[in-house]
């Protein structure tokens, strides 16, 4: 009989470590993938099948992430600039940003600063790039 620990079940949760290999997060490319892992997770918190284990391994996840957000220095630079760093951060083209602002040609307006960003603009490219409103206004 497996011994629960801390409300976890060992064999499981390590089932999970494996195949997940969470470490500490060196490269934008282990983010990502850290990022996806978490949204399975999230996915299945939200439906209510979510395991303990694998609120467990969310739970790590979101400590790595936050761990690695904190050491991320961000240049100073109007909110132009910053999203300009941040697209040229995750190699995305402009096409990437079209669940923000709802089309390419107002994708290009605002990259061309020729459109302000709107205050739905901001909390978006704060929500697609997990980062604090303040960067985009």
Do not use: C, W
Request: charged share 25%; hydrophobic share 40%; net charge neutral.
């Amino acid at each position: 009989m497996e011994k629960m620990v801390l409300g976890i079940s060992p064999a499981k949760y390590g089932k999970l470590l494996s195949r997940t290999l969470p470490k500490r997060i060196e490269t934008d490319e282990e983010f990502d993938h850290f990022i996806e892992t978490m949204e399975v997770l999230s996915r299945a918190e939200a439906s209510g099948t979510a395991s303990p284990e694998d609120r467990a391994l969310h739970s790590l996840l979101s400590t790595l992430i936050q761990e690695y957000d904190n050491r991320i220095t961000l240049p100073a630079g109007n909110p132009l600039q910053m999203l300009h760093y941040l697209m040229e951060q995750r190699n995305l083209r402009p096409v990437d940003l079209v669940s923000v602002f709802g089309s390419r040609a107002h994708v290009s307006m605002a990259l061309n600063g020729r459109r302000a960003l709107s205050k739905d603009h901001v909390r978006k490219l704060a929500e697609f790039f997990r980062t604090s409103t303040d960067l985009f206004l």
